[in-house]
């Protein structure tokens, strides 16, 4: 039976009805990082705690992919079936900034400082059929932006 598999063990609660962002945060100088590390970045402390960023954060910058990235990436995307995406920063809680897909793929649908929300999507699918998961930002939608 095939199954849905993160991509990587840490990056997200999975399965999960409503999957949380992994980091870690250092447990000397407060530093977040994503994704999670065992030595401290800012004060190569070695006291790490893998905590939740959350699954909400805002545009910081973004640009639009208009052509196949290279290898090491490797989803299921063919010359063929590629369309351009948008990329960018996403600013989480506490202020880690996490680099991701971004569901709008127009200039006209993407602006700095908009509010974002994880998504856990299909990436690929391996030998066994499994399909292998990712994680992506979309826009949040107006109604859902105060709850
Ligand atoms: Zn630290």
Request: proline share 7%; with cysteine; charged share 20%.
């Amino acid at each position: 039976m095939s199954e849905q598999i993160p991509i990587h063990k840490g990056l997200f609660t999975w399965p999960s009805s409503r999957p949380q962002l992994l980091g870690s945060r250092c447990k000397q100088c407060g530093e977040t990082a994503f994704p999670a590390q065992v030595d401290c970045r800012s004060c190569s402390g070695r006291d790490t705690e893998v905590v939740e960023l959350g699954d909400r954060g805002t545009l910081w910058t973004w640009t639009i992919q208009t052509f196949m990235p290279k290898q090491p990436y490797h989803s299921d995307e063919t010359e063929a079936s590629f369309r351009p995406y948008g990329v960018g920063y996403v600013e989480m809680p506490g202020g880690v900034r996490v680099e991701a897909r971004l569901e709008p793929s127009t200039r006209e649908q993407l602006a700095i400082g908009m509010p974002m929300q994880l998504n856990i999507v299909p990436f690929r699918t391996d030998a066994s059929g499994n399909q292998i998961m990712t994680f992506s930002f979309s826009a949040v939608e107006e109604d859902q932006a105060w709850k």
